[in-house]
């Protein structure tokens, strides 16, 4: 493997893990709205 392509794949999980968090995070505001 490339150091590139070994970059590339850390942006890429560094995004996707940013994700998650990001929709975690507006799932549990819309549930705690939602029982408000």
């Not at 890429?12 to 029982?35: D, F, P, S």
């Amino acid at each position: 493997m490339t150091a590139l392509c070994t970059e590339v794949e850390m942006r890429i999980m560094y995004v996707a893990y940013l994700a998650v968090i990001g929709v975690g995070l507006l799932y549990t505001l819309v549930i705690a709205l939602r029982h408000a």
